[in-house]
């Protein structure tokens, strides 16, 4: 199978990376490196399979670059490119939100269209939900998302839908929840918390840590994006890890891990949702997704790697 995947030096574009290799595909992997956050981390992200003989590390924007070159060959896309982050996303860099996940997806859509792809998969968020009326949330809630971010991974999922009842490219959006990990950007909230516990530093927590999230082990996640390509079923599914954990019960299993963390508790920011949790009957039935990583083991796999990797700067 040839496959293209944007945002391929992402966090989770490169773990997915080293997955299809390991599974002996060819992938194409397209990244601007844009400056959310270091290109230093981007770079070490790809360290692992840049190099790899079936590994083509291609440096573009999918705003300004032509597409039809990247498509060549190309059977699966794997749509991951865009601008992350609740918080950031008010304000003027809304418009970067809308460019990144609106406007590339629409393009990369559109030469879709005249290509010899069969399959996409774009990942979106459970950033779509909001405050969702019901936990576990199933597909067909009414999303409202409460930041500009789920309103932008929203109008792309609404595109890929689009483009899949109207032209007929087999499209699936995978609504990925909390993905966390080896590598996870340096912005998100376990990603934080490690750093802070392994070198003494403050973690800042956000609200009274009590709301919750279905964390996803990024391996679990890969696998969502890995089975959903490979199975006929198009449409809109939940990826995630299982169980609904708060804050505060994270920072106790990091504590577990790692020692006493310093804590500095800062008013719930404009974004953040209360609860997210999803239901992923789709996900299973549909594509046979089933998520194995304990939210102990996962940290841990955390912990062990920025131990590994502590001189790279956030
Ligand atoms: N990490 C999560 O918990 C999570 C949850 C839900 C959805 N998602 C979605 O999954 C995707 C990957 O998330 P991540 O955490 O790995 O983020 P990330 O920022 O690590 O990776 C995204 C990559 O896309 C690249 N990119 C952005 N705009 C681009 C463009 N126009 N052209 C080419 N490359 C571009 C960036 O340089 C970056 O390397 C994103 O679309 C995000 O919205 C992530």
Redesign the pocket.
């Known amino acids: 199978m040839n496959t293209l995947i944007?945002?391929a030096?992402?966090?989770?574009?490169s773990h997915l990376s080293e997955r299809l290799l390991e599974a002996g595909e060819m992938v194409r992997g397209?990244?601007?490196?844009?400056p959310?956050y270091p290109r230093a981390r981007?770079e070490q992200n790809l360290e692992g399979i840049l190099g790899h003989p079936r590994f083509e590390s291609v440096s573009?924007?999918?705003?300004d670059a032509p597409i039809e070159p990247l498509l060549d060959g190309i059977d699966v896309v794997y749509h991951?490119?865009?601008?992350?982050g609740v918080r950031p996303s008010w304000g003027s860099e809304f418009a970067t939100y809308v460019r990144?996940n609106i406007d590339?997806t629409q393009r990369l859509l559109e030469a879709c269209r005249s290509s010899t792809v069969s399959k996409l998969v774009y990942?979106s968020?459970?950033s779509v939900y909001g405050d969702a009326e019901s936990l576990p949330t199933p597909e067909d809630a009414i999303p409202r998302p409460v930041s500009p971010y789920g309103v932008t991974?929203l109008a792309a999922e609404h595109l890929c839908e689009l483009y899949r009842t109207v032209h007929g490219l087999p499209t699936t959006s995978l609504r990925?929840f909390?993905?966390y990990g080896p590598r996870q950007?340096p912005d998100m909230a376990f990603a934080r918390l490690v750093r802070a516990a392994i070198r003494g530093d403050t973690f800042t927590l956000y609200g009274d840590g009590e709301q919750t999230r279905d964390f996803t082990f990024v391996a679990d996640a890969v696998q969502g994006l890995d089975r959903a390509s490979r199975s006929e079923w198009c449409g809109v599914a939940n990826i995630g890890g299982g169980a609904r954990t708060s804050m505060n019960e994270v920072i106790g299993i990091v504590e577990s891990l790692c020692g006493p963390v310093h804590v500095v508790r800062l008013r719930a920011q404009d974004g953040d949702a209360r609860h997210t949790a999803a239901d992923t009957s789709i996900a299973r039935a549909a594509f046979g997704y089933a998520p194995s990583t304990s939210l102990v083991d996962g940290l841990a796999a955390m912990v062990e790697w920025e131990r590994a990797h502590m001189e790279v700067a956030a």
């Open positions: 944007t945002g030096a992402g966090f989770v574009g397209v990244d601007c490196y844009t959310y981007k573009a924007d999918l705003l991951l490119a865009g601008q992350p990144c590339a990942s968020s459970s991974k990925l909390s993905v950007r």
